[in-house]
């Protein structure tokens, strides 16, 4: 086992990934909060959501796959 497959690195790996997946995680509900409460959404409020998540990746899928390499390695 070298230092990058060591059990600190792997947990130090699954915390970013857990945190990414946490934040996309909030931003789904905040959008879901405004397109489920009846008359509160606007045509702006749409566009907007829209091009948050589009623009806003948070889950890194290269940081994910090199996580799930990693891990077959071992």
């Known amino acids: 086992m070298n230092e990058m497959t060591s059990p ?3 947990a130090l790996k699954l915390r ?6 946490d934040q996309e995680y909030m931003v ?4 879901f ?3 489920s409460t009846r008359g509160y959404f606007t045509q702006q409020h749409l566009n907007g959501s ?3 998540w589009a623009a806003e990746p948070y889950i890194d899928r290269g940081r994910v796959n090199a996580l799930i390499e990693d891990k077959d390695d071992q």
């Open 16 to 21: 970013s990934c857990v945190e990414m997946f």
């Open 50 to 52: 829209a091009a948050i």
């Open 28 to 31: 789904k509900e905040s959008i």
């Open 33 to 35: 909060s405004i397109l």
């Open 8 to 10: 600190s690195s792997i």
